[in-house]
């Protein structure tokens, strides 16, 4: 029997979960709860009913694995504690410094309930995650790097359209050519957040507004923009719609390290991501994690998990006979 997948929220994250589930022919997509009046939500699937996110719980017999779609800020700190007392859960949740209280929360929960609720599914945290740990775990003598971009960093563009007199923008989060070079070379670098990477700022300025005022608000911003050398272009929102309209990303996680006599035996470990949509990518991560949800549920596991805690083989829909044979 397929796995009965639920959305929850319904933007570029809930879209790319309903492509996510149509690739994989172990699952089948079940209903999707939405905050807007469903009336308004037209989904790609036919057939699959449309509810409000109210109803969710009447539901619940009715899915395996609700995926949850919301926002890190203020969405899912409460929808992923409250879902989880009546669904096995799947998030997204992307506050490094708060992921310890955010497990506490929804383990409290999912014992309580008999669910699996995993959190903090994606690519970072996530597989980053993952490859850091690996990393750490073979090159105990080591250092850790990690790079982000070229991508399109979704906050940031929210901060940069909060400024007075932008009506809209986007910003690409690059790395440093060079310290990324360096780290490859096993130079060991200490390097600062201005020297690991820089910002790129397009934005569409409002008729008549103070473009070095913009300039100088967007550069001096605290804990998004003043500690990084960022360029700021001025553009049309045509010429945003045309060359930026898409949601690019990616990265590199590398850990330099040595072994042998004298620790005189160096290495490099590299795992990279190119991706052309991130929200596509993410999504597609947490349909395989639904997928080990569902299988851990019905070994009579509870509580919250985390990418660290599952073995890769509960993520894939072949036997182990398959993958020992094929991937092995």
Not at 54 to 65: F, G, N, T
């Amino acid at each position: 029997m397929a796995i009965r997948i639920g959305i929850l929220g319904y933007g570029n994250l809930g879209k790319g979960v309903e492509y996510a589930v149509a690739q994989n022919d172990d699952m089948c997509l079940k209903a999707v709860f939405t905050r807007r009046d469903p009336s308004t939500v037209k989904i790609i699937t036919e057939g699959v009913p449309v509810y409000s996110v109210d109803d969710a719980q009447a539901h619940a017999s009715e899915i395996d694995v609700l995926i949850i779609c919301g926002g890190s800020a203020n969405d899912l700190p409460v929808q992923t504690p409250e879902f989880v007392k009546y669904f096995n859960v799947v998030d997204s949740f992307d506050t490094h410094a708060r992921i310890p209280e955010h497990f506490a929360n929804v383990d409290k929960a999912a014992k309580e309930s008999g669910k699996v609720g995993f959190i903090s599914i994606g690519w970072d945290p996530g597989l980053f995650s993952l490859i850091r740990m690996y990393g750490n775990a073979v090159l105990p003598n080591g250092n850790d790097y990690t790079f982000w971009g070229k991508g399109v960093s979704q906050g940031h563009s929210d901060a940069i359209r909060r400024v007075k007199g932008v009506k809209n923008a986007k910003q690409y989060t690059i790395p440093v050519e060079s310290a990324l070079e360096k780290v490859r070379n096993g130079e060991n670098p200490d390097l600062t957040t201005r020297e690991k990477h820089t910002r790129e700022c397009f934005v569409v300025p409002e008729e008549g507004a103070d473009l070095a005022q913009i300039e100088n608000d967007i550069k001096t911003m605290p804990n998004y923009f003043s500690d990084y050398d960022t360029t700021v272009h001025f553009i049309t929102e045509e010429e945003l719609m045309r060359d930026h309209s898409g949601i690019p990303h990616g990265g590199f996680v590398i850990r330099t390290g040595s072994t042998g006599k004298d620790n005189a035996t160096n290495h490099v470990m590299e795992f990279s991501l190119k991706l052309d949509s991130n929200p596509e990518f993410t999504s597609s991560v947490l349909a395989a994690f639904a997928r080990a949800a569902y299988k851990l549920n019905a070994e009579g596991v509870s509580g919250c998990r985390t990418i660290f805690d599952v073995a890769p083989a509960y993520l894939c829909k072949q036997t182990p006979d398959e993958l020992r044979a094929h991937m092995l």
